[in-house]
């Protein structure tokens, strides 16, 4: 009986002793196992930003032996020579961004504050209201992801065929608008869905209305957000040339109006790759691009604090 007592207290302490070295085991390895993810997602990052460093640096170093101020001021001559500048593409693109900004964002975040801050109630009373809401937010996220020359080709058969607006700035803009469309909706919906609660609850305790709520609150806190899916709207902009090969056309020329053709940076590049043997003035547009993705990203930026900063401030 005091022999099993003994042994039963011997078995005890043997386990009570385990109990801490296990404890200390496990958690060693959990550390060991953290660091290495730690180091995997560290290298990942490391090698994405390398990699981008080494795409820009090629690109600056290739391009900017063939930037002058003549190469900035002339306009392209044409053909498959190569020769001259890019002073009208650096025109047209700017012409095409501001055009296909202001033709998707209003519509961009209008969709997002109605999805947003008006279809709520009428979700939870309404199943067919629901329904339809599912099914546009489904449609939106599938369209974020339809290829560019998809809606080219919508764009050439919409507006450069059926509507008669032919290789223009105008149908280069519309198809360019319904291309950015998504994001804009889709960025939108989710800075909205940020701006606490209590904002909208504050301003209409105070005596606003809807409509007042969201222009004056609402929308000046979701900024940040909304000015995000700006950014990437107009960096893609820049960035395409399949859905601008089928609806601006490529005329080297400068435009005169919305009607009239033309030729984006991106589409420069394209066609003196693929056409021309003038390779090293590819490089120096794609350096031209970049930096003017990079300049234009800033602006944008600063403009938008700048709005937010003065809405914030009002409210308080």
């Not at 002793?17 to 990052?45: D, M």
């Not at 999805?115 to 109630?121: K, R």
């Not at 209409?204 to 007042?212: E, H, I, V």
């Amino acid at each position: 009986m005091n022999e099993s007592l003994r042994s039963l207290t011997r078995t005890k302490t043997q386990v009570r002793e385990r109990k801490p070295r296990i404890a200390s085991s496990n958690l060693a390895q959990r550390k060991l196992t953290q660091r290495i993810f730690f180091g995997l997602v560290w290298a990942a990052g490391l090698i994405a930003v390398a990699a981008l460093v080494w795409i820009i640096g090629y690109v600056m170093v290739h391009g900017i032996q063939v930037i002058n101020l003549e190469f900035l001021t002339t306009r392209p001559a044409g053909g498959v020579s190569g020769e001259g500048g890019m002073s009208t593409t650096i025109v047209t693109t700017l012409y095409l961004i501001v055009l296909t900004i202001a033709i998707a964002t209003p519509l961009g975040v209008g969709a997002a504050v109605y999805l947003v801050e008006y279809t709520g109630d009428e979700q939870r009373e309404n199943w067919l209201v629901a329904r339809l809401v599912a099914i546009a937010r489904t449609g939106v996220e599938i369209l974020a992801g339809v290829p560019s020359i998809l809606f080219g080709l919508f764009g050439f058969a919409l507006f450069v065929s059926f509507l008669k607006l032919k290789f223009s700035l105008l149908s280069a803009g519309l198809s360019g608008a319904c291309l950015i469309l998504p994001v804009i909706i889709r960025t939108s919906e989710e800075a909205l869905l940020a701006v606490p609660r209590s904002y909208r609850e504050g301003s209409l305790a105070l005596g606003a209305n809807k409509l007042q709520t969201n222009l004056s609150v609402v929308l000046p806190a979701a900024m940040p957000g909304i000015v995000t899916g700006i950014v990437l709207s107009v960096g893609r902009i820049m960035a395409e040339t399949a859905i601008f090969w089928v609806t601006l056309g490529g005329s080297y020329r400068l435009p005169q109006d919305l009607l009239s053709s033309g030729r984006s940076m991106a589409l420069h590049v394209y066609m003196l790759a693929s056409e021309t043997r003038a390779f090293e003035k590819a490089m120096g547009t794609a350096a031209i691009l970049i930096v003017s993705i990079i300049f234009l990203n800033l602006i944008i930026n600063i403009i938008s604090r700048r709005i937010s900063s003065r809405s914030m401030g009002r409210m308080r």
